[in-house]
């Protein structure tokens, strides 16, 4: 059975940092790719950030140049490096694996809470 285990999101002030990690257990064959979402309150859950197999990377406008994604294959591991984090930022953080047959895997979210 695949599961996602998020975690690193807590409670930071405004400016700044939190690092999100997500490692999964079980097969997922074929991974196309990784990425965060998030859910503010009273808000749609939004693509944050992705990278694919091939490491290409793609974020919302509203994190570009602030939040970094990555990936470690040998540890089934995909991180957020969250830097310059404002009101805005708070939300639950899901993570999500897509694979190559169009089947989506998701986290149980973590919440990121940006406040002073």
């Known amino acids: 059975q695949v599961q996602l285990v998020e975690s690193g999101g807590g409670l930071v002030q405004p400016g700044g940092s939190l690092r999100l990690s997500c490692a999964h257990s079980g097969n997922i064959a074929s991974i196309y790719a990784m990425g965060w979402y998030r859910q503010a309150p009273g808000k749609q859950r939004e693509m944050v950030a992705r990278?694919?197999?091939?490491?290409?990377?793609y974020y919302d406008g509203s994190v570009k140049g602030r939040f970094t994604i990555s990936r470690d294959n040998t540890k089934n591991t995909v991180y957020l490096q969250m830097n310059s984090l404002n009101t805005e930022d708070t939300g639950v953080y899901y993570c999500?694996?897509?694979?190559?047959?169009?089947?989506?895997?998701w986290g149980q979210g973590t919440q990121v809470t940006v406040s002073s």
């Open positions: 990278i694919t197999s091939n490491r290409n990377t």
């Open positions: 999500n694996f897509l694979n190559s047959a169009g089947i989506n895997y």
